[in-house]
């Protein structure tokens, strides 16, 4: 199976970790060898619930007995697209009470730019370098990662940028400006929180001039952070929110979320302003649902800030230099991008799963779903403890 990966499969890296999988259960991934992976990445951030969980598993299967795909999004109506809009919705500030659905992160990113703009009638968006949206050519426009766009210009024009947590680049938001994205956390720049109550002051600069704010919620929404939403830590309503990952609970789906008034542009002037054909799918929709509600009616929530508490509590090492972000969206760093990666690998050797980050080489992702036990922090705890001293032994040598 391996050698028909490499040779059939569009690799997306030179050195893919290339784990060859049987099934997975709980926080747990099984190898087609046998072998046993604790995943403290939760498929970057997307399997809330962990995997197999049976209330998803279970949704997928009903729905898939009463039907699959019957029409393009937004014309027939159909129940599990219906109550995970309406239950995002109740579970929102107002005015973020419409819910446009789609296949993917990307795909709601670029909704919220189109939406923007027509809402606006402006062209110009302003992000943040080293923020990271998605991958499709107008994702890409506005991550400001240049050794990730550089080979893909001309990307879309009308794009500024400006650095996460500067208020002085504050002045940079003009009434040119249709709107201004930025991810609540920034994710593959290192999980770097906003300070000084700099998103809300980016959104009163905003209503100052006319613009709006969009908050990419991808990595940070769904509970991740102790809140369903990470806006919700900041002290900031956006007008624009975007979702993905983890509201699928594994399975494929992303969200860009407004209030009624500004998303109604989108339906004339022209009409079909955004479509999809198969966002909103009914059976990624019954999934949503069923992640959604067993999230909402637990406590999981509550439990990621007291699990935050116990990695930070269990990762302290001479060789660990600091500890970003919140709740269960956590990024040790260490000394070089060199050392992160004998890490990540020396720990995948012995059965625990981590991964890296875009931007910042010297971090490592920790981001296992919400669900994982203390028992199973201890015990990935004690692996990477395990392994920081086996890597100082060696740079001690």
């Known amino acids: 199976m391996k050698e028909d990966f490499f040779k059939y499969q569009a690799q997306t890296s030179p050195h893919p970790l290339a784990i060859e999988i049987s099934h997975a259960n709980g926080c747990y991934i099984y190898g087609a060898n046998g072998k046993e ?24 299967k009903d729905q898939v007995d009463k039907y699959t795909h019957v029409m393009v999004y937004g014309e027939f109506v159909q129940q599990p697209q219906v109550d995970l809009c309406k239950l995002l919705a109740a579970n929102l ?7 446009y659905l789609t296949n993917s992160g990307t795909e709601a990113t670029e909704g919220a730019i189109k939406l923007a703009k027509r809402f606006t009638g402006r062209s110009e968006i302003i992000a943040a370098k080293n923020g990271y949206h998605g991958n499709t050519q107008g994702s890409m426009s506005v991550c400001g990662a240049e050794e990730q766009n550089s080979a893909f210009r001309p990307l879309i024009p009308g794009i500024k940028f400006i650095n996460f ?28 929180e906003s300070q000084n109550d700099y998103l809300k002051k980016v959104k009163d600069k905003c209503n100052e001039v006319g613009a709006l704010l969009i908050l990419d919620e ?16 900041y002290n900031v309503v956006p007008d624009i929110i975007v979702a993905g990952k983890g509201l699928g609970g594994g399975m494929p789906i992303g969200a860009f979320i407004s209030s009624f008034q500004i998303m109604d542009c989108l339906k004339q002037q022209p009409k079909l302003g955004h479509i999809t054909t198969f ?22 929530m509550e439990q990621t800030l007291y699990k935050e508490t116990l990695f930070r509590k269990l990762l302290v090492h001479p060789l660990i230099t600091e500890i970003r972000g919140r709740g269960l969206m956590l990024a040790p760093l260490v ?6 990666s004998k890490i990540i690998l020396k720990c995948l050797d012995k059965g625990l799963i981590m991964f890296w980050l875009l931007f910042e080489g010297k971090a490592i992702r920790i981001t296992p779903p919400l669900t994982i036990s203390e028992d199973e922090i201890y015990k990935g705890c004690n692996v990477i403890i395990e392994v920081l001293n086996d890597v100082l032994a060696e740079y001690n040598q």
């Open 279 to 300: 966002g909103g799918h009914p059976v990624i929709a019954a999934a949503a649902l069923a992640t959604l509600t067993q999230l909402l009616n637990s406590d999981l």
């Open 218 to 233: 991808i990595q940070s929404g769904i509970g991740r952070t102790g809140k369903l939403f990470g806006f919700e830590n």
């Open 93 to 99: 500030p107002k005015p973020l009470e419409t819910v």
């Open 335 to 340: 000394e070089s991008s060199e050392m992160a």
């Open 165 to 192: 947590n500067n208020l002085n680049h504050l002045n940079k938001i003009t009434t040119k400006t249709a709107g201004v994205i930025l991810e609540t956390i920034q994710g593959g720049a290192g999980f770097i």
């Open 37 to 60: 992976y604790l995943d403290f990445i939760a498929g970057v951030s997307a399997n809330t619930l962990g995997h197999n969980h049976p209330k998803i598993s279970q949704a997928i």
